[in-house]
Structure formats: C-alpha cells, structure tokens
C-alpha cells in the first residue's frame, strides 16, 4: 500500500474519531460538564484501551495462526473468565461480590486467566511439538468445558444470584471502575510494545513457519513470548469490561480491508483507529439512539456474526 495512501486513511480515521469523541462528549450534556465530562471521559479511555488490547492482539494471534477466522477467544478465556466469576457468585454470594470489586478482585481475575493460559501453553505446546493448531483444539475443548461448567453451577444458583451475575457477563462500559482503568492500562501498554517491537518478525511470520526459521526466528520461543502478550491483552480487556465476542473479529476483518498490507505497524495503528470509532459510535447509539434498550454487547454480536457468515459465504465464492 502507498505511503500517502496510507497516511490519508488514517488521518481521516483520526478525523473520525475525534468526531465521535466530540459528539459523545458533549451530546446533551446541558452545560453540566463538571458532571458529565469526568463520567464519560472514564468510558473514553475505557474504549481506546479495550479497543487498542482487543485489535492488536486479534491481528497478531490471526498472523501466529495464519488464519484470519480466529482469534484469541479460541483458547477458551472468555469461557474461562464466565468461570470464575460464576464460581466466585455461587460460593462468595453476588451482593458480597459487587460490594467488594476492589483493584485486587480485578488483578486476581487477570491473574488467574494468565497463569491458567501460561501453564496451559508451556504444557500443550511441548505436548504437540510445536504443533499450534493442536494447541488451539485443546483450547476449543478447554472452552466447552468451562462453558459446560458454567453453566451447570448457573443452573444450580438462586434466581435473584443468577440475575446478578448477567450483569458482570456482558460487556459493560457504563461502570468503569477508575483504579480498574489504571491497572488494565499498564498491563496493555507494557503488552502492545512488545508486539508492536516483534512487529516485523510477526511480517516474516505470514510468509509461513519454514522461511521464518530460515531467516533467524527462534519459531516455538517466539511464538510463547507472543501468545502470551496475546493472552494478557485478552485478559486486561476481558477483566476490564467483560467477555467481548466478535469485537477482534470485526475491527481485523475491516482492517485488512481497508489497509491492504502485511505490515504489522501499520495495521496495528489502523486497526486501533477502526476499534475507536466502532465502540465510541456504538456506545453512543445504545446510549443517545436505543435509550438503553439494549447493550453495546448484544450490537457487537449482532453485527459480528453478520461478519463472519459474511466472511465464510466470500471465502466459499472465493475458492
């Protein structure tokens, strides 16, 4: 892709989304900016870290398995995730729970996705010699099973409980907690500039495993280094604001659309921009358009499926 080509998307990203900040900064807010700015300004900065995590790591796991259908949801965190805080409101109690989201609660959720995914990467990829996409199957089993988990002990929950606990399963911007968005934004940063410094071996990675080696790359060590800077992206923003179905998929799939090129730096910019504008303009719609009808979750599925039946039927026309 051509270098002005290049830098007059994304200006006009940037143009975009400083629009739809503007828009949901000050749309009906009345004069009460003392009121309004702190509270929204908080989701802001919620949406460009879960839209910064969320677009980097998607890419990057994408070009590990050079498979533009997955993303990092397929080793079972969002699953995992559900896991834990279903067994925290079953055996703690949902008001105990919601009365005590300390910055520990919040470090302990993440936690314990990266060292349940760390052990499950060391273990299964020694397992399958270096083998990913047997790596990602038993991370589709691993899924289910929590899945499967989740909702026995669900099933078994007092109805008042389990209505608490619908809460904290869908992505939800609205109650950012502050400290939260501290913690998360040192782990995010500290996560994207490793990939973003790996950016070129990641370009050598999509000319497939064999060349890679043969041009220097230490392939099984540089693929554990990356996936678990993946995992703790994926963590950060699913602790964060919740399980984010299809978000990775939709800002990706965009990206390589609109940015047609392999280079890693430029698609990460990108695709942060496109994530931006997508959550921004999204929230804004369910808050300002739907009146709280319904939750930016429910739009993301909603579209993200549309995407990836879209995506097969193209791909199927394709070959």
């Known amino acids: 892709m051509k270098q002005t080509s290049y830098r007059f998307k994304i200006i006009a990203l940037v143009l975009l989304c400083l629009f739809f900040i503007g828009l949901y900064l000050t749309y009906q807010t009345y004069g009460n900016w003392s009121f309004s700015l702190p509270i929204r300004g908080k989701k802001i900065l919620a949406f460009m870290l879960v839209a910064l995590a969320t677009s980097v790591s998607t890419i990057s796991f994408q070009t590990l398995t050079r498979n533009q259908f997955l993303t990092p949801g397929i080793l079972g965190l969002d699953n995992f995730y559900i896991l834990i805080q279903t067994l925290l409101f079953f055996f703690v109690g949902g008001v105990k729970m919601l009365s005590q989201e300390s910055i520990w609660m919040f470090l302990a959720n ?46 078994l929950m007092d109805p008042n ?101 392999y280079r890693h730096h430029q698609l990460f910019l990108g695709s942060f921009l496109i994530g931006v504008t997508l959550l921004i303009s999204g929230q804004f719609l369910v808050e300002q358009v739907f009146k709280w009808n319904t939750t930016i979750s429910v739009v993301i599925q909603f579209i993200g499926g549309i995407f990836f039946v879209g995506k097969i039927i193209a791909e199927r026309k394709k070959a």
């Open 110 to 155: 993440i936690l314990l996705m990266t060292i349940f995914s760390v052990l499950f990467l060391l273990y299964f990829m020694e397992k399958a010699t270096g083998n990913l996409f047997l790596l990602l199957m038993v991370g589709m089993v691993s899924g289910t099973m929590f899945s499967s988990l989740s909702t026995f002990l669900q099933v």
């Open 161 to 261: 409980e389990y209505d608490l606990l619908q809460g904290k399963l869908f992505a939800s911007f609205s109650n950012v907690n502050s400290n939260h968005l501290i913690v998360a934004a040192i782990i995010i940063l500290c996560s994207v500039a490793y990939l973003w410094h790996v950016a070129p071996e990641l370009n050598i990675l999509l000319l497939g495993n064999d060349p890679a080696i043969n041009l220097g790359i230490a392939l099984h060590a540089f693929q554990k280094k990356a996936l678990v800077s993946i995992v703790l992206l994926t963590g950060a923003a699913t602790a964060l604001v919740g399980p984010t179905i299809f978000l990775g998929f939709i800002i990706a799939t965009i990206s390589y659309r609109v940015f047609n090129t």
